[in-house]
Nanobody, 124 residues
């Protein structure tokens, strides 16, 4: 089994920044990807960003590209999401997810493990 633990959520004013972290513990894999999804109130969960832990290829939703940066520390099995120029539309619960192997990183159905989520609230 794999446990994913998110941290770093909180409240910030519009235009501000936050950094989310997701630490993976448990089984290890030779190749996997990690991603961030978010779910705003009364909306479906949506893809935010993802990174392949081998090679470091990154993927972003258009809504966050140029404002968010995803990165990883393989030695710590940890993924980060640096969020800047936040807007109230970024308010959501942010979930960390892990995908074993090599598949399309955008659909949530392609992920095998999920964290509990961390709340991000952006006030205007």
């Amino acid at each position: 089994q794999v446990q994913l633990v998110e941290s770093g959520g909180g409240s910030v004013q519009a235009g501000g920044s936050l950094r989310l972290s997701c630490a993976a513990a448990g089984r290890t894999f030779s190749d996997y990807a990690m991603g961030w999804f978010r779910q705003a109130p009364e909306k479906e969960r949506e893809f935010v960003a993802a990174i392949r832990m081998i090679g470091g290829s990154t993927y972003y939703a258009n809504s966050v590209k140029d404002r968010f940066t995803i990165s990883r520390d393989n030695a710590k099995n940890t993924m980060y999401l640096e969020m800047s120029r936040l807007t109230p539309e970024d308010t959501a619960v942010y979930f960390c997810a892990l995908q074993v192997g090599f598949a399309n990183v955008r659909p949530e159905s392609e992920y095998d493990y999920w964290g509990q989520g961390t709340q991000v609230t952006v006030s205007s």
